[in-house]
């Protein structure tokens, strides 16, 4: 999924970021000024709605704090695990088992190819703020073209597995420390 997306920088280093998706404006930056000054311009050329600071897009939650951004996807998360008749799975605390070998030639039978792609697709959506499934879901992603029961099997053990920790995202720190965690 693409967004349009322009960022602006004056002399003084202020820096305005905007982004576009369908009928919804976000922009961000480091000067009130601006985002007063871009309202305005806006204004004056369509008919706009200020919600202010965002908590929700796309399906990811966002919380703002006054040392920082939490990003996560809790609800959309428990939607999938509900799509796919997980939510009441029991949890398990690895996405996947790294030695797992999976191949195009298993002997299972196949499965619908428009169900695991869906199941797939879901997770590729969760890693804007799941890189901890990012491995997993792309080493499953292999297996889009002739998946059978065995590689769907393998695709539910990663929704096992965000069953148990459902709740965790991406902190962004107002400091600028950036370091993964």
Do not use: W
Not at 53 to 73: A, C, P, T, W
Not at 165 to 174: E, N, Q, R, S, V
């Amino acid at each position: 999924m693409s967004m349009p997306s322009t960022s602006r920088m004056n002399e003084k280093r202020d820096i305005l970021i905007v982004c576009l998706y369908v009928d919804d404006l976000i922009f961000t930056g480091n000067c009130v000024k601006i985002f007063d000054d871009l309202k305005k311009e806006m204004a004056k050329e369509f008919e706009m709605t200020d919600i202010g600071l965002m908590s929700y897009y796309l399906g990811i939650e966002v919380k703002q704090r006054d040392d920082g951004i939490f990003i996560s996807q809790e609800a959309y998360a428990k939607e999938v695990l509900k799509r796919f008749n997980m939510k009441n799975c029991n949890p398990i605390s690895i996405s996947i088992e790294v030695e797992k070998k999976l191949s195009r030639q298993v002997k299972e039978g196949p499965i619908d190819q428009t169900l695991f792609r869906s199941l797939v697709g879901s997770l590729r959506y969760l890693t804007c703020t799941r890189p901890d499934i990012l491995y997993a879901v792309s080493y499953i992603s292999q297996y889009m073209e002739n998946p059978t029961t065995y590689h769907f099997k393998v695709a539910k053990i990663i929704l096992r597995y965000l069953k148990g920790i459902i709740d965790l995202g991406i902190f962004y720190h107002a400091s600028g420390d950036m370091k993964l965690v």
